[in-house]
């Protein structure tokens, strides 16, 4: 029972078919009702943090709580950097203690992009990290991640290839059509699996990493608008999507907008319900144990995960 990279949990998932959940985390009722569910299912698990994180929580006391919940149930969990916006980020990361970083030069032209990647990269082998970069750009709106439809772009293989060789990095994540936050798409939902399937072809050994992978499932939804809540039109990606990607190289898969969702539709529920409690053990407990349910779900009828670890 340890804080591990994700060196070996990919190395097992991949041309396998199932793939590891990376769970974003805020606060303790979170990565309780995360790691319960990792318990039951016996699977594998990263927790992440992202920048939005860092800033509400305080890395410190997210590490104690993920190291607490090492030392309650015995997993080995793996701790990830969601979305590092530069070198600093991510070297403070490595120096407190976490197991992977994302750099996420997306936004920077290629070569710039390789550069900033290289630099994380030499720091984190330096210490046992792992890294993590992104090429393409995804669309959406999460914590401090923005970027609309038109500035989004797909990951071109003959770039995934020379970007991987140069960079050293240990997964990429890829652009392939998903996004960011609970309104994903505002038609069909499409995926380019034959650009997956490309890069996966042409990087056989490489980890991709799905971003924007919250399938926003339509119960909780519903459940938050029927409570007082107002998200018209949230549509996520299709959970038998998730399952076809994972065919092609995806060993991990972020999910943060379903998290929200459970937790967050419970806890709408109690106060309509029970307008007169204000007891937070009566609201933030349902809304674990929420989350526990969902990511159960995810980790077996759309990660086909469980019994992994």
């Given at each position: 029972m340890a804080?591990?990279?994700?060196?070996?949990m990919?190395?097992?998932?991949?041309n396998?078919?199932?793939?590891?959940?990376?769970?974003?985390?805020?606060?303790m009722?979170?990565?309780?009702?995360?790691?319960d569910?990792?318990?039951?299912e016996?699977?594998?698990?990263?927790?992440?943090?992202?920048?939005g994180?860092?800033k509400?929580?305080k890395p410190?006391?997210?590490?104690?709580?993920?190291?607490?919940?090492?030392?309650?149930?015995?997993?080995?969990?793996?701790?990830?950097?969601?979305?590092?916006?530069?070198?600093?980020i991510?070297?403070?990361?490595v120096?407190?203690g976490?197991t992977?970083?994302?750099i996420?030069?997306s936004?920077?032209p290629?070569?710039?992009?390789?550069?900033m990647t290289?630099?994380?990269?030499?720091y984190?082998h330096?210490?046992?990290v792992v890294?993590?970069?992104?090429?393409?750009?995804?669309a959406g709106v999460?914590?401090?991640v923005?970027?609309?439809a038109?500035?989004?772009?797909f990951t071109?293989?003959?770039?995934a290839?020379?970007?991987?060789?140069?960079?050293g990095v240990d997964?990429?994540?890829?652009?392939?059509?998903?996004s960011?936050g609970?309104?994903?798409?505002?038609?069909t939902?499409?995926?380019d699996?034959d650009?997956?399937r490309?890069?996966?072809?042409?990087?056989p050994?490489?980890?991709?990493v799905?971003?924007?992978a919250?399938?926003?499932?339509k119960?909780?939804?519903?459940?938050?608008?029927?409570?007082g809540?107002?998200?018209?039109?949230a549509?996520?990606?299709?959970e038998?999507m998730i399952?076809?990607?994972?065919?092609w190289g995806?060993?991990?898969?972020n999910?943060?907008t379903d998290?929200?969702?459970a937790m967050?539709?419970?806890i709408?529920?109690?106060?309509?319900?029970?307008p007169?409690?204000?007891?937070p053990?009566?609201?933030?407990g349902?809304?674990?144990e929420?989350i526990?349910?969902?990511?159960?779900h995810?980790?077996k009828?759309?990660?086909?995960?469980s019994?992994?670890?």
């Amino acid at each position: 029972m340890a804080l591990i990279t994700t060196k070996e949990m990919f190395a097992k998932s991949l041309n396998s078919d199932y793939a590891i959940g990376a769970f974003n985390v805020n606060n303790m009722e979170i990565i309780q009702g995360i790691v319960d569910a990792a318990c039951i299912e016996n699977a594998p698990l990263i927790l992440q943090v992202s920048a939005g994180a860092r800033k509400y929580a305080k890395p410190a006391y997210l590490i104690k709580l993920v190291e607490a919940a090492i030392d309650d149930t015995g997993l080995d969990i793996a701790l990830h950097l969601d979305h590092g916006e530069d070198f600093e980020i991510c070297k403070k990361c490595v120096d407190d203690g976490f197991t992977s970083v994302m750099i996420d030069g997306s936004k920077h032209p290629f070569e710039e992009n390789i550069a900033m990647t290289k630099e994380v990269v030499d720091y984190a082998h330096e210490h046992g990290v792992v890294v993590e970069a992104e090429l393409g750009r995804l669309a959406g709106v999460e914590d401090n991640v923005n970027v609309d439809a038109r500035s989004a772009t797909f990951t071109d293989p003959d770039e995934a290839v020379e970007f991987v060789e140069r960079t050293g990095v240990d997964s990429l994540a890829v652009a392939i059509g998903t996004s960011h936050g609970a309104y994903k798409f505002k038609g069909t939902p499409y995926l380019d699996f034959d650009r997956l399937r490309k890069i996966h072809e042409m990087l056989p050994e490489t980890p991709l990493v799905l971003h924007g992978a919250s399938s926003v499932l339509k119960e909780f939804v519903d459940r938050c608008n029927q409570y007082g809540g107002e998200i018209p039109g949230a549509q996520g990606v299709p959970e038998d999507m998730i399952r076809e990607a994972v065919k092609w190289g995806v060993c991990k898969v972020n999910i943060d907008t379903d998290l929200r969702l459970a937790m967050t539709a419970e806890i709408r529920r109690i106060f309509k319900e029970s307008p007169s409690e204000f007891d937070p053990r009566k609201y933030l407990g349902p809304g674990r144990e929420a989350i526990t349910r969902m990511v159960r779900h995810k980790i077996k009828d759309v990660l086909n995960s469980s019994d992994k670890r």
